[in-house]
Nanobody, 126 residues
Framework: QVHLVESGGGLVQAGGSLRLSCVAS????????MGWFRQAPGKEREFVAS????????YYADPVKGRFATFRDNAKNTVYLQMNMLKPEDTAGYYC???????????????????WGQGTQVTVSS
């Protein structure tokens, strides 16, 4: 059983930056592909970014390409989402997800993941 805990959310002005962290426990982190998803009120959960277990492959949703970056530190059992040039439409709850049996491209779909964190809120003011 893998337990995920996100942190780093908060309130930021448009154009600002935040870095989210997701710490994993209970599994072998270096074998887990990781994903980031977000969900705004009244909307479906959507893919943001994914990274393979080896960090050799990353994928991003079109709305965040060039602004967000995901990377991982296997020694710290942590995956990060660096968010720059934030926009009000980035406002959402952000969730990390993990699965040992998928690649980063497969990880673009929420259904691929067995483990989810509780989420952290990001609010971008205009």
């Amino acid at each position: 059983q893998v337990h995920l805990v996100e942190s780093g959310g908060g309130l930021v002005q448009a154009g600002g930056s935040l870095r989210l962290s997701c710490v994993a426990s209970g599994g072998t982190f270096s074998t887990l592909s990781m994903g980031w998803f977000r969900q705004a009120p009244g909307k479906e959960r959507e893919f943001v970014a994914s990274i393979s277990w080896s960090a050799g492959n990353t994928y991003y949703a079109d709305p965040v390409k060039g602004r967000f970056a995901t990377f991982r530190d296997n020694a710290k059992n942590t995956v990060y989402l660096q968010m720059n040039m934030l926009k009000p439409e980035d406002t959402a709850g952000y969730y990390c997800a993990a699965d040992p049996g998928i690649g980063a491209e497969q990880g673009m779909g929420a259904i691929a993941y067995d483990y989810w964190g509780q989420g952290t809120q990001v609010t971008v003011s205009s």
